[in-house]
């Protein structure tokens, strides 16, 4: 796993590399230089980041507490899903970066605007997915629950919810880097803070301190899915 | 245990029930036995609380059936374990400490498999956990669905080899479906044929509990007066 992570991290910074070395150092600055300045500015870069991390956490956090509830609902109610399904399969494919500039229109240039953008982006595929999940889940399941004298919240808590989580972490790995350059793009509108906002004033002025924040913004979409993979294999074993 | 009058119930306007009646005593170990559509697996799932949309009256510890109640085991065919809790968890659901667990599986050869995931188990270690869940939950009834049609010949017989003996002198009541006659032979005390949604003939079995009767002469012969009986 960790030799893997190595080869696909020594890979880029190659590519990057050549890049640097072909196209120009001045629009395309070396990995080291990048990294350097990160380093010694990293005060400079840590109120951006803080920002973009506040807001998709919040997001994700709304995104998973409704998508779920919604996602099993639907999965155990024939009639829920009747009802909700249409409205879903509708908006699932709607192009939502296309939508950023309604949505800060709408609930105004904050901070709540941003985080409703990632809960948009990721509520729909998460709902389709556990929904999905809760399906697949064996009938027997539900029966042995009831005959083990269970509760309705321990069916949920030991039952629905163990046997869904390898799909949602797979979730938020797919839907993470949508979420992310999505937050980017309405980073770009009305914000001062944001790593969006840092790399977009950046741009064209700053090489160096632009891909200093594309790094960064890089990094927080490679840690979460590799803390995903790291819960996948601590808590899902049983698919390992 | 067990009481049913004129039970009726249909899947899809098709009739797989046609007027049953059935009274199973305390504690008695009972298969039922019949060709596939016959009604057996339907019967097991009314009686387990499931297909509770049947006219007639139905009863388990004299209570009416309407839902699936902690009193009663069952063991499927398929799935009957969490997939996502190894053996030894899957079987603590049943509130009983991990030495008692231990103590089961020990009595039923799966002590090393405690820490496993069902997926790692064959077919035969499967059922043998799930009958050591029912066990240790201390149910008054337990229902099988089928216990062994996934094993092959001899994890079969190996299955009811260890486990035949330890049923029959257990304290509570089973009914196992199985199309497997020499299986309810050894497994039960009174094997219920069914055809066509109702019971069509019932059979004392004197092989109960004796996995070692199958090289018999006498235990052949009843075999095949049953299996002539199932064809007829």
Known sequence: MLKKHIIGNVFVIAVWYLLSITISTRFVPYPHQVFFFMFTNFDQILPHLIATLMRLAWGFSFALLIGVSIGIAMGLNERIDGLLSPLIYVLNPIPKSALTPVFLIIFGMNDFARVMIVVFIIIFPMIV???DATRLIPSEYFIIAKTLGYSKFETLRKVILKAILPSLLSTIKVTIAIAIAVLYISENIGSNVGLGYYIAS????NYIEMYSGIVVLSMIGYIIVIIMDIILYKKCKWIN | MITLNNINFSYDEKKVLRDLSLHIKDNQKVSIIGKSGCGKSTLLKLILGVNTDYSGTAQVFGESITDVR?????VFQHNGLFEFMTIEENLLQTKVSKSDVFAMCERLGIESLLSKYPKALSGGQLQRANIARSLLAGKKLIL???PTSSLDEFAKEEFQKQVSELLASSD????IVTHDIKEALVMSERIIMMEDGNVKKEFVSPYFGKSDSYLSED???MYLDIKR????
């Open chain 2, 229 to 232: 009986e199932f064809y007829a």
């Open chain 2, 219 to 221: 235990f052949n012969r």
């Open chain 1, 129 to 131: 997915s556990i929904k």
């Open chain 2, 172 to 175: 509570f009541g089973y009914v």
């Open chain 2, 70 to 74: 902690s009193d009663i085991g069952v």
């Open chain 1, 202 to 205: 950046n741009n064209g002025v």
């Open chain 2, 144 to 146: 099988l669905d089928e």
